[in-house]
């Protein structure tokens, strides 16, 4: 998404021109990075197991809590791959090379917590369900 102002290099001058720039940000994540939009997905089927399967409050809070984590390493990680590809982009640094592995480590922690966040919560649940 390009804004008006979008070669603006000053200050937000008020509240709107902040929100509007947040939700460029927001949507040139989900448009542009292919993993983003696999987290969307997995929390859309994560809320309507939650839904079905009819977790309570303290689960469901889990549960965002997981998504949110996700959400913004994956926003970390945006962040650090544009930053460190005006330092090197078509050729090898070592820190380019560190910082981006450090921001797809902190990727996959979080995808490792929400993993076993819905392990948790819906495990007994489908087992039950099953029978067993
Ligand atoms: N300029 C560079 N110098 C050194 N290593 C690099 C450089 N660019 C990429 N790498 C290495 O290649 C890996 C993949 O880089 P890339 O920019 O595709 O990140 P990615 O996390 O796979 O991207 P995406 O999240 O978009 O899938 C990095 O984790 C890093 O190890």
Same mark, same amino acid.
């Given at each position: 998404?390009?804004?008006?102002?979008? @070669?603006?290099? *000053?200050?937000?001058? !008020?509240?709107?021109?902040?929100?509007?720039?947040?939700?460029?940000?927001?949507?040139?994540?989900?448009?542009?990075?292919?993993?983003?939009?696999? !987290?969307?997905?997995?929390?859309? %089927?994560?809320?309507?197991?939650?839904?079905?399967?009819?977790?309570? @409050?303290? *689960?469901?809070?889990?549960?965002?809590? #997981? %998504?949110?984590?996700?959400?913004?390493?994956?926003?970390?990680?945006?962040?650090?791959? #544009?930053?460190?590809?005006?330092?090197?982009? !078509? !050729?090898?640094?070592?820190?380019?090379?560190? #910082?981006?592995?450090?921001?797809?480590?902190?990727?996959?922690?979080?995808?490792?917590? #929400?993993?076993?966040?819905?392990?948790?919560?819906?495990?007994?649940?489908?087992?039950?369900?099953?029978?067993?």
């Amino acid at each position: 998404m390009v804004s008006k102002d979008s @070669r603006q290099t *000053e200050k937000n001058h !008020h509240l709107i021109q902040a929100m509007r720039h947040a939700l460029e940000g927001i949507f040139d994540v989900i448009s542009q990075e292919r993993n983003m939009r696999y !987290h969307i997905a997995v929390a859309m %089927i994560v809320v309507i197991l939650g839904v079905i399967l009819r977790v309570d @409050r303290l *689960e469901w809070l889990w549960l965002l809590l #997981a %998504i949110l984590v996700v959400f913004s390493a994956e926003f970390l990680n945006t962040v650090t791959e #544009a930053v460190t590809d005006l330092l090197g982009e !078509h !050729h090898y640094d070592i820190n380019v090379k560190k #910082a981006k592995d450090v921001a797809a480590g902190g990727v996959l922690i979080t995808a490792i917590f #929400a993993v076993l966040v819905g392990l948790i919560i819906f495990l007994p649940r489908i087992v039950k369900l099953l029978g067993y």
